[in-house]
């Protein structure tokens, strides 16, 4: 994280899971988050996995298009309140397969913005994050505000 990411301050002791690769990851992490009638927040076209593994335990999966005409960035706006209501988690996967889209800070703040506001978990399915042409890898992680506590004062700063 520190190498790839810059994402400073976190436990290796506390705060890192090991698993045998992102698809393995992302087929477990549905049995921490996901009870029946939770929603699951996908993008489409993408990797459905976790989504997959999601429905196993009852949930349901709300898929929000990747656009060439947004960058391919999903439009967080555009999902239904009553599934926004019961959504748990939003998987979002940035350098994108297979949009090969990419992320920039300014969607990363909407979406640590927008997950504090509807209480979501984030996923960043981050398997390509070291496969940048230009600038520098992204991560959400690096995010002010991923960590309610330790950024409180990171966001007071940005107004959020
Ligand atoms: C977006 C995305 N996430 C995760 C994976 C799985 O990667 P891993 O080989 O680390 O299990 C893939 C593999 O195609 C992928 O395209």
Do not use: W
């Not at 698809?23 to 009870?35: E, G, R, V, W, Y």
């Not at 996995?49 to 960058?71: M, Q, S």
């Not at 706006?77 to 992320?103: C, D, M």
């Amino acid at each position: 994280m520190k190498n790839v990411c810059g994402v400073d301050g976190i436990d290796p002791e506390t705060q890192v899971v090991h698993s045998i690769g992102s698809k393995a990851a992302l087929t477990i992490l549905p049995a921490c988050f996901i009870n029946p009638g939770d929603v699951a927040l996908m993008t489409t076209p993408g990797y459905p996995v976790f989504g997959t593994h999601a429905r196993y335990y009852g949930g349901e999966v709300h898929n929000i298009p990747l656009l060439e005409r947004n960058g391919f960035l999903p439009d967080l706006n555009s999902i239904p309140s009553e599934k926004l209501k019961r959504a748990k988690t939003l998987v979002i996967n940035y350098p994108n397969n297979p949009t090969g889209g990419s992320a920039t800070p300014q969607f990363f703040a909407e979406v640590v913005a927008f997950a504090r506001k509807h209480n979501l978990i984030v996923i960043h399915d981050a398997a390509y994050a070291a496969l940048v042409f230009d600038g520098k890898p992204l991560c959400v992680s690096g995010h002010p505000g991923r960590d309610g506590r330790r950024d409180r004062a990171a966001l007071d700063e940005q107004g959020v």
